[in-house]
């Protein structure tokens, strides 16, 4: 099965495997076992595979195929259209007539039968309308219509984001945002609401709390807590760092230990919208997915998966389930943060719907994705569709040269008294400087505050590579 294919069927999947219960959760199924940070050779990481893989994604944009009047949008085409707007997303194609294409189908916003159809259109439309180098009038064009003129609150905020994130300091935003007011003065879309409050707070920006009251905090007692810092721009890789239940930071070999991870989503999206980056706030840790089956290779790699719960989501322990109040949300951070509204994003992620995080590698080579180009900082991480993707290469002989997860799934065993568990806390840091936060950085921070060092060696690189 190739990558392609497994997109499509991804989130029914995971439901299936939620609601069957195939996955026990009990203490045990959260334990590392034996095999989980073995590696071996991948057939689907070749050269030769990769190239098959390109070819598979080229043949479904035919031109042919994404013709609406030989593929009209209805029930028989949608899986023809689920792969030609897969296949737009990954190779970022802006040709006229796929814009064009793009336009005809968001038209459909007052109907019905066609939402599977217009939410993978607008996820696909939004990610090209704001690639880099591409003005696409058409497609502006038709996102101000939809704020005018459509009755869907979801795909009114979609469009409301996708012309906020192309041109964030327009004079037109203040009246966006009044035209949709008076058009939903008692909308009960609390997607429409929080893309608007996301909105305003990007026009007027609250200062950061202070960083150190967030990381001397315990959100909970008896608990590691796993700190992900990321920039506002989600292309640039975030800095994870790990308390363990003591609420010590875990060193290795003298330095704070620390893995890059990235958050941007695939489709340029907020953390509000489905498939949109990974939100900030706070998830819960509880176990980990089992390895993968082969054919899912490409889209987990080959380590086991960490399971990371969002407010208000099925499937969580009842003692770690994180509050489906926001008021006791809010009390699990410092007083000096529970006024802010970005480290809420987790929380109403969840209300609106989202779930089924995880933190997991990749098999993808690095240039599947053709957005990865233009974030060359990040280059060699995958982009994910909420997840933090963490980094895993091959050569091409589909020899693995090197992966983060092991190290990742050994520390927070560790941190957590041998199990996966705990909590994780997802923080923006705006800043002009344009690079990653670095381990200096937070250590400095760690200092001032006198947090005392836990500088125990622990053992969490992966095993050593085979020649």
């Not at 410092?334 to 480290?343: K, Q």
């Not at 994910?384 to 065993?413: H, N, T, V």
Request: hydrophobic residues 40%; proline residues 7%.
């Amino acid at each position: 099965m190739s990558r392609t294919f497994f997109c499509l069927i991804l989130s029914t999947a995971l439901m299936l495997i939620k609601i069957s219960g195939s996955i026990a959760q009990t203490p045990y199924s959260w334990k590392l076992s034996s095999g989980d940070l073995d590696f071996k050779d991948q057939p689907e990481a070749t050269a030769t595979a990769r190239q098959e893989q390109k070819k598979e994604t080229y043949s479904w944009l035919r031109p042919e195929r994404y013709n609406l009047q030989v593929n009209p949008l209805n029930q028989s085409t949608e899986r023809i259209w689920r792969e030609i707007l897969w296949a737009i997303a990954l190779e970022e194609v802006k040709y006229p007539e796929i814009e064009e294409t793009l336009n005809k189908i968001l038209a459909f916003t007052e109907s019905h039968s066609q939402e599977t159809i217009l939410k993978r259109a607008f996820q696909s439309a939004t990610e090209i309308y704001l690639a880099d180098g591409n003005s696409s009038p058409i497609l502006k064009d038709r996102f101000i219509e939809i704020i005018n003129n459509s009755n869907n609150p979801k795909w009114v905020a979609i469009a409301l984001e996708a012309l906020v994130s192309k041109e964030p300091n327009s004079p037109d935003i203040p009246n966006w945002i009044d035209i949709i007011r008076r058009r939903f003065p008692h909308t009960d879309s609390i997607l429409l609401q929080t893309t608007i409050e996301d909105v305003l707070f990007r026009l007027r920006p609250q200062s950061l709390p202070p960083l150190k009251d967030l990381l001397t905090w315990q959100l909970v007692p008896n608990q590691s807590q796993l700190y992900v810092l990321c920039r506002t721009d989600r292309s640039i890789l975030c800095l994870a760092i790990l308390k363990d239940r003591k609420g010590n930071f875990l060193y290795d070999q003298g330095k704070l230990w620390s893995v890059p991870l990235l958050t941007r989503s695939l489709h340029g999206l907020r953390s509000q919208f489905e498939h949109g980056q990974t939100p900030a706030g706070i998830f819960r840790i509880e176990g980990k997915m089992p390895r993968a089956e082969a054919r899912y290779f490409r889209a987990y790699g080959q380590f086991p998966l960490i399971k990371l719960y969002l407010p208000f989501e099925d499937g969580v322990s009842s003692s770690g389930a994180l509050p489906n109040n926001l008021s006791s949300y809010k009390s699990l951070l410092p007083p000096s943060w529970r006024g802010y509204f970005p480290i809420e994003e987790s929380f109403w992620a969840g209300k609106i719907g989202r779930g089924l995080i995880r933190i997991h590698g990749s098999g993808e080579g690095q240039d599947f994705f053709a957005s990865s180009a233009r974030f060359p900082a990040s280059y060699g991480w995958n982009p994910a569709i909420g997840c933090l993707s963490a980094l895993e290469l091959y050569d091409q002989f589909g020899r693995m040269q090197k992966a983060d997860m092991p190290k990742i799934l050994r520390a927070i065993s560790q941190a957590s008294q041998g199990i996966i568990e705990g909590y994780m806390i997802l923080v923006e840091i705006p800043s002009e400087n344009k690079q990653a936060l670095t381990v200096e950085e937070i250590q400095s921070i760690l200092r001032e505050s006198a947090v005392e060092d836990n500088s125990q060696t622990i053992k969490v690189e992966p095993p050593a590579l085979s020649p």
